[in-house]
């Protein structure tokens, strides 16, 4: 475990590497180097910083759940408050890191795909900060679910561009937006939202967002004295997971479970659970866990979060789960909605419904450790954009919590 | 000596360019792709990519993508492909290339399907997302079977790159004339010129030059070019157009023939 990973080739183990159309191999060679540079420069990283400091409102803090805590009765629950930075997940960091390495590439223009329209929020968002044109490729399924994020993409300057192909959800805007970059590759820079996409795209993106977990582990320190026993995070392509298990993947004795989504049941086929449910394959330029048939047609996921409705998953996560380093679980949609309101009534935080999934297996696991226990939740995201469309499908069944003290 | 090497050679003996089609396997069905190969052969096609579909395929522009989700919804499997080239070789020897994506060549076993791929008579292999750092867990397998592994070259890559991949490559080289996805774009014969010279000087393999080219009339500027160019898109439009149509193949011929025409005036 204490390898470096990926290999100069981007492979985690069996798991990921560069399986690119040839048009686009250079581009990622040059951005592997630009970024090995970047690195390695103070001044970048400086940058960097302040602009997560200043810009995003880092650090988030890692806030102590105390009434839900007592209403389960068991482990403490500290929640990474990754929904306060700026444009409301933790999306930003990853966005700030690659558009500020575009730029220093003299990069004018960038892309990118979204599924819940967090990543695209963030990239239009880092995109308007560094004056850059900015195109964003989303399902037209997921342009109806999460409408206040395309306005919000577009109020930011951004074109938002429908893809209507497969099921028009994440991972067609993800082809699209590859077609796309293939096409403008000499002047573009394609920002991938996630820890997938081809070598160096993965382990770039872990980079960005292992500030979530370096933060994470200074605050528990501080307010426990110790590292916490178990950190739960929500896994679509697993950005929000990698950034907070990171820097903890050395630290035998935390246990860290990652959430994928299990829809309506794993049995009924409708899920986004690439790990438990899924074979290795290629796509999207690396070798990881995917949702296919026998044939390796990649199947078509389903999650209620968009976010989470990818039928693959990072890469050093498959290497994770081989080697037994991470434990990956899942949650069906209707635990998620229940963790959803129960956050919300209990702690006056509204999740977003992709950060809710972790949230609701944590109230599977607390009551079962002791309260001596300590549980960290990545709070990815927070839920304004979900509000809309779980009012709808509440509607009549929402109870109204005003007895629950 | 494998077909395609014999089939170039040949060409190049009598001073003729290769001319290539793409079609997808399984649009839009397997017993009329049977019917549509003899027919581009009678027409002069010298060598066929027989494109696998695959569910997101990444590089390829509209056209191509309905195809393969036209072939998809027709249950078009690589196993069913395989079958249907084996059927082919009873009848012709028409140098085959089979064109797609690695997720379902990985799934079917790579040691696997280079043997039932030889058994097949399939000649080339071509994979759009297995460039030459990732291709050597497939090339172990497809090179002791003697299927020639065919790369793509783009315009972006660099003159150290084309020596790493020619050393890797059988068959021809080919060049995709346009920075895109399939179909999409049209290529400049002066580029082109300057490009496949640039390819040539670094080796002695075959480049045909395809991603684009959809009329005789382009057909003929930039075939003199090239050892050869590929129709892809263009045929596989005439294809969805005409696909209930009883002249379809006579159709595919004639469009094969016009081809066929434009390239040998030069």
């Given at each position: 475990m204490n390898k470096i990973l990926p290999d100069k080739q981007g492979h985690f183990g069996e798991f990921g590497g560069r399986y690119a159309a040839e048009t686009l191999m250079p581009a990622l060679i040059e951005l592997e180097e630009a970024y090995a540079k970047a690195k390695r420069d103070r001044i970048f990283q400086q940058e960097f910083r302040y602009y997560l400091k200043q810009y995003a409102g880092r650090e988030t803090p890692l806030y102590f759940a105390e009434r839900l805590t007592e209403q389960l009765g068991g482990?403490?629950?500290?929640?990474?408050?990754?929904?306060?930075?700026?444009?409301?997940?933790?999306?930003i960091n990853n966005t700030l890191g690659q558009t500020l390495?575009?730029?220093?590439?003299?990069?004018?223009?960038?892309?990118?795909?979204?599924?819940?329209?967090?990543?695209?929020?963030?990239?239009?968002?880092?995109?308007?900060?560094?004056?850059?044109?900015?195109?964003?490729?989303?399902?037209?399924?997921?342009?109806?679910?999460?409408?206040p994020n395309v306005f919000r993409m577009q109020i930011l300057g951004a074109r938002v561009i429908p893809v209507s192909s497969g099921t028009a959800t994440l991972k067609d805007a993800m082809n699209e937006a590859m077609r796309q970059w293939v096409a403008r590759?000499?002047?573009?820079?394609?920002?991938?939202?996630?820890?997938?996409?081809?070598?160096?795209?993965?382990?770039?993106?872990?980079?960005?967002?292992?500030?979530?977990?370096?933060?994470?582990?200074?605050?528990i320190l501080k307010a426990e004295g110790r590292l916490p026993d178990v950190i739960i995070a929500c896994i679509g392509g697993g950005s929000n997971a990698m950034g907070i298990f990171?820097?903890?993947?050395?630290?035998r004795r935390v246990k860290m479970i990652g959430v994928e989504a299990a829809g309506k049941g794993i049995a009924s086929g409708l899920h986004a659970s690439s790990i438990s449910a899924g074979k290795i394959g290629v796509l999207h330029g690396n070798k990881t866990y995917l949702l296919q048939d026998e044939d390796g047609q990649v199947r078509d996921a389903y999650s209620i979060a968009a976010g989470l409705d990818y039928p693959g998953v990072g890469p050093e996560h498959g290497y994770f789960h081989k080697t037994g380093r991470v434990d990956y679980v899942n949650i069906t949609d209707a635990e998620a909605v229940d963790a959803f309101l129960e956050l919300s009534r209990c702690e006056g935080i509204i999740p977003a419904m992709e950060s809710a999934h972790a949230v609701a297996y944590a109230m599977k696991l607390a009551p079962k450790l002791s309260k001596n226990k300590i549980i960290v939740i990545n709070l990815s995201g927070r839920g304004d954009k979900d509000a809309q469309a779980i009012a709808k499908k509440m509607e009549g069944t929402i109870e109204h919590g005003q007895d629950r003290g | 000596m494998g077909r395609i090497e014999d089939k170039l050679q040949y060409l190049k003996a009598k001073n003729e360019k290769a001319l290539i089609f793409y079609l997808t396997a399984g649009d839009p069905g397997l017993d009329v792709m049977e019917a549509l190969i003899y027919g581009l052969e009678r027409a002069g096609a010298d060598i066929l990519e027989v494109g696998v579909p695959f569910s997101d395929p990444t590089a390829d522009g509209p056209v191509i993508q309905a195809a393969s989700q036209r072939a998809l919804k027709n249950k078009t499997t690589l196993s069913g492909i395989l079958h249907l080239i084996e059927k082919v070789r009873r009848k012709s020897d028409i140098p085959i290339v089979l064109f797609g994506y690695y997720n379902p060549v990985f799934i079917?076993?790579?040691?696997?399907?280079?043997?039932?791929?030889?058994?097949?008579?399939?000649?080339?292999?071509?994979i759009v997302d297995l460039p030459f750092e990732e291709s050597p867990e497939l090339r172990r397998y497809t090179d002791a079977c003697g299927i020639d592994f065919i790369s793509l070259i783009a315009p972006t890559t660099n003159n150290d790159r084309i020596k790493a991949i020619a050393a890797q490559s059988g068959g021809f080289l080919y060049y995709i004339s346009i920075t895109g996805v399939t179909g999409t774009a049209k290529p400049k014969p002066a580029d082109v010129k300057k490009e496949v010279h640039r390819i040539k000087r670094i080796t002695s393999l075959p480049v045909v030059v395809g991603f684009g080219i959809t009329t005789p009339k382009e057909a003929s500027a930039i075939?003199?070019?090239?050892?050869?160019?590929?129709?892809?898109?263009?045929?596989?439009?005439?294809?969805e157009e005409n696909s209930r149509r009883a002249d379809l193949i006579k159709k595919a011929e004639k469009f094969a023939a016009d081809f066929k025409k434009a390239i040998k005036q030069n």
């Open positions: 482990a403490k629950i500290y929640l990474k408050r990754e929904d306060l930075s700026h444009t409301g997940s933790h999306k390495l575009a730029r220093r590439m003299g990069k004018k223009k960038v892309i990118a795909e979204t599924g819940a329209g967090q990543h695209g929020v963030a990239t239009a968002t880092a995109a308007a900060l560094f004056g850059m044109d900015c195109d964003v490729f989303m399902g037209e399924e997921d342009i109806d679910r999460q409408a590759v000499r002047d573009t820079f394609y920002v991938i939202g996630t820890t997938a996409g081809p070598h160096p795209y993965p382990m770039m993106v872990r980079n960005f967002q292992t500030v979530i977990g370096k933060e994470t582990k200074r605050q990171y820097p903890f993947k050395n630290d | 079917y076993g790579c040691r696997k399907f280079a043997k039932r791929a030889e058994e097949a008579g399939v000649d080339g292999l071509l075939a003199p070019l090239a050892d050869g160019i590929v129709v892809g898109s263009a045929l596989v439009k005439l294809i």
